[in-house]
Each structure stands twice: as structure tokens, then as C-alpha cells.
């Protein structure tokens, strides 16, 4: 196949055909990484959520991270800007603490998947007011 030919096929691909490429040389590029668990570290999910109340000074919206270690490995992290603005610290936190509720729930679906099985239970801490501490228990009894 002539060079210009071979450019020109891949100047027409999509968009997203570009970005698969980018994705499968990132693969074969990282295929022996992997993560190394000490001997004694406890298998222990534990989840840390805070929230910066109205962070963002053009927009006024909250800016919410959270991170989970398995034992003494970072697993998984996030900070975003919230969609909405939040009207209180209280609602705020409790939206961060959602979004690190349910990343917590795909966390133990991913590790049942994989056969780990934690020694303890799975702990998130928060930053938390009171006002966010008292919303986020259950009511029911």
C-alpha cells in the first residue's frame, strides 16, 4: 500500500477508532505492570470521601474526591466538580459521599468478580458535618 494512501485511510477514521488505537497501545505497552500486595498487608477495602463546599469560585459548585485503598494499594481515585451547586455544606457532602457509595459498590461487585475476598469489612471515612452524618444513616429500623 502506497504511503499516501495509508495516511489518507487513516486521516477518514472516526473519532472513537483513534481513540481505541490510543487505548490497545496503552495495554500492550503496560502489559506487565500489575500491583504487589505485601505478605502482611490485611485485604481491607477502606474508602476516604471530602467535598470542597462551593470550591470553585466562578461557578460555585462543589468540587468532591474520593480515593479507596485495598490494604496499602491505592486502587481507585476521583475529584470532579459537582453538576449542581449545592445550597448547603450538608448537601454537598452528602452528594460526595453517593458518589463514593456507589464506587464502593462497584469496587466489591469487581472484587467478587475476581475471587478476593476481604478479611474485614469495608470502611468509608467522610469528612462529614454533622447535618450530612445525621442524613446519610438509615432510618430504617
Known sequence: MPFNSSVN?????PPFIS???RVLRYLKGSLGWGLFFPRKSPI???????VDWGGCP???????GYCFYLGVLLVSWRSKKQVTVARSSSEAEYRA???ATCELQWLHYLLTYLQVQP???SVLYSGQSEGSQYCSQSLVP
Open 97 to 99: 459521599l453517593a458518589a
Open 9 to 13: 485511510f487513516l486521516v477518514s477514521l
Open 44 to 50: 481491607q477495602l477502606k474508602g476516604f470521601s471530602d
Open 19 to 21: 481513540r481505541l488505537f
Open 119 to 121: 478479611i474485614c469489612q
Open 58 to 64: 466562578d461557578s460555585r459548585q462543589s468540587i468532591s
